[in-house]
Structures are given as structure tokens and as C-alpha cells.
């Protein structure tokens, strides 16, 4: 599924909404040990964020990329700017910004993917943000997680995925290195009784 999708989408699938953690089994090192929050699901495919996969890259890194300050003279960041996370959203157009926000911010480029969580992709709320507006909770993330018609389902039916209603305090959450198992005892287990499950044929 494509962001042009997203923006179109007419119809919610069972995954919508829900977050998807990676079987101790996934051979693929793209979502090995993640958390992905799925945006939208349909006939069409489905698309989602890693939120629990750091970027080395920092805001002030992505403003001198998008030539909004000029690293010939200081830069000041507001207080909550200069901290401002940047996380690997997914593998699919790695390169491009995706700022995943609470409703308190809204543009014209905004697209509500729930009824507390929008999605923003324009340099819009980046300036927001670099300025001191912009949302109370918010996190970019560079690329997304997509898969094509039927290709997630597939993969849930494989075993290669555990789905659960998504947490949005755990979507926000800065602390990285423990989502993942914040994420599978939310439903009451840990990745030692999957390993323990997925070694058994």
C-alpha cells in the first residue's frame, strides 16, 4: 500500500489501528524484534511505522537538510525541538519524512489515521515544530512498512506476526530499547514463552 492509498483509503481492515510485533522467528533483519503501528489496512494492502527502531540522525540534522537553517550561523531550537525523536518508520522510501501526531495539530496535508492520531508528510509541521508550535505528541519517522494485496495476511496466518490493539501512550513513548517486550506483556506474555513456542513444531 502506497501513501497515495492512505490518503484515498474508503474502507477500514481487521489490522487498522492494531500493532503488529515481530515473531522471534522473522528472518527478515528490516523487522527483526519490531513494533509496527499499522495506519491503514484494506483489500489494497496495508502500510504502518516502526516505532520502536532509533535513527541516528537528529532534528537539527534534518532541518540543515532541508535547508531551513543555516549551519553557517547558531542554530536555537526551542527546548522540545533540539530532542525532537527521529525514528526508522520502515524500509520503504527510507530517505522521506512522516511525522506521526497527536489530533491537537492539524494541516491541510494532515490525514487522521484515528480518531486521537494524524499523520503529516508535508515540511509544513516540521517549520511548526522548529518554531515552537506544532503537536504536543509527535514523532518522525523516515520511511514506512508496506505490504501489498493479501501479503499481511499471509504473513499473520504464518505466524510470523502477533496483533494486538495499539497503545497510543507506548506509540509516543521515547524509550526504545524495551517496546518490544513493553509491547508483548501488554498481552500478557514474553519473548521467552514465543521462543519457547516457536522452537516446537
Known amino acids: 500500500m502506497s501513501l497515495s492509498t492512505l490518503k484515498n483509503r474508503r474502507e477500514r481492515g481487521f489490522f487498522d489501528g492494531q500493532f503488529l510485533i515481530a515473531m522471534p522467528g522473522m528472518e527478515d533483519s528490516n523487522f527483526f524484534r519490531t513494533v509496527i503501528y499499522i495506519c491503514a489496512h484494506s483489500d489494497a494492502g496495508a502500510m504502518g511505522f516502526i516505532i520502536n527502531r532509533a535513527q541516528s540522525l537528529t532534528f537539527t540534522d534534518v532541518l540543515l537538510h532541508l535547508e531551513m537553517v543555516n549551519d553557517q550561523e547558531p542554530i536555537v531550537l526551542p527546548e522540545h525541538a533540539r530532542d525532537f525523536p527521529i525514528q526508522t518508520g520502515g524500509p520503504v522510501e527510507s530517505g522521506r519524512g512522516f511525522v506521526l501526531h497527536s489530533d491537537d495539530y492539524i494541516s491541510d496535508s494532515s490525514i487522521p489515521i484515528s480518531d486521537d492520531?494524524?499523520?503529516?508528510?508535508?515540511?509544513?509541521?516540521?517549520?511548526?515544530?522548529?518554531?515552537?508550535?506544532?503537536?504536543?505528541?509527535?514523532?518522525?519517522?523516515?520511511?514506512?512498512?508496506?505490504?501489498?494485496?493479501?501479503?499481511?495476511?499471509?504473513?499473520?496466518?504464518?505466524?510470523?506476526?502477533l496483533t494486538c490493539a495499539a497503545n497510543e501512550a507506548l506509540i509516543f513513548d521515547r524509550n526504545l530499547d524495551d517496546k518490544y517486550e513493553r509491547a508483548l506483556a501488554g498481552m500478557g506474555i514474553t519473548a521467552a514463552m514465543l521462543s519457547a513456542e516457536a522452537g516446537h513444531a
Do not use: F, H
Not at 122 to 129: E, F, G, K, Y
Not at 136 to 158: C, D, F
Open 117 to 161: 492520531i494524524c499523520l503529516t508528510a508535508t515540511l509544513d509541521i516540521v517549520r511548526a515544530i522548529s518554531k515552537g508550535g506544532g503537536p504536543k505528541r509527535a514523532t518522525m519517522m523516515l520511511g514506512y512498512s508496506s505490504w501489498g494485496a493479501g501479503q499481511l495476511e499471509m504473513e499473520v496466518a504464518s505466524n510470523g506476526w
